[in-house]
T-cell receptor, first 116, second 111 residues
């Protein structure tokens, strides 16, 4: 099976702009989670989607949002970008709720976002 | 709030030795704990999962222990190789499918 794919891999934006990142999960996986990784804070949970519904949410401001489509592909959006949003954004898919082993998460390569 | 602590200092060891990494957690008793490996510029890769009723889990040269009394997990790599050099992360599930990760420990295996 193909792994988790994320696009784009690299992105440079300026403060105040908005950005949309895309994630395609492993075929058959219906759960997609998003994480932000920075050197100072490590890997932090943003939100998780399952069957087009947000099931869990981390402690991030409302500028961070996401959605999931019927084919399980997911997008996350960050509006009004701030310098502190510069990070590696990772998505992970799992079989949670799909009848498979729910605990294992498979991560994509990430999108490196730089906000200037 | 959930706190997961891993040694932030890099661990430097000689090839062939056993590397031992520590993960401590507070404020929660997870049903299981996971370990991941992350290489620079890449997403984490799942390595092992150990459940609360398991004392020890092995996979090839990897061994994980889980002490729910101490709230600690130890991750061992025996006969370490330079290719094992990476950052190792522990993670636990606090709510359904909501994972908390430690900050990771960077392992450097010198030839």
């Amino acid at each position: 099976k193909a792994g988790v794919t994320q696009t784009p891999r690299y992105l440079i934006k300026t403060r105040g702009q908005q950005v949309t990142l895309s994630c395609s999960p492993i075929s058959g996986h219906r759960s997609v989670s998003w994480y932000q990784q920075t050197p100072g804070q490590g890997l932090q949970f943003l939100f998780e989607y399952f069957s087009e519904t947000q099931r869990n949410k981390g402690n991030f401001p409302g500028r961070f949002s996401g959605r999931q489509f019927s084919n399980s592909r997911s997008e996350m959006n960050v509006s009004t970008l701030e310098l502190g949003d510069s990070a590696l954004y990772l998505c992970a898919s799992s079989a949670a709720g799909s009848g498979g082993a729910q605990e294992t998460q498979y991560f994509g390569p990430g999108t490196r976002l730089l906000v200037l | 709030s959930q706190k997961i602590e891993q040694n932030s200092e890099a661990l430097n060891i000689q090839e062939g030795k056993t590397a031992t990494l520590t993960c401590n957690y507070t404020n929660y008793s997870p049903a299981y704990l996971q370990w991941y490996r992350q290489d620079p510029g890449r997403g984490p890769v799942f390595l092992l999962l150990i459940r609360e009723n398991e004392k020890e889990k092995r996979k090839e040269r990897l061994k994980v222990t889980f002490d729910t009394t101490l709230k600690q997990s130890l991750f061992h790599i025996t006969a370490s190789q330079p290719a094992d050099s990476a950052t190792y992360l522990c993670a636990l599930e606090r709510d359904f499918n909501k994972f908390y990760f430690g900050s990771g420990t960077k392992l450097n295996v010198k030839p």
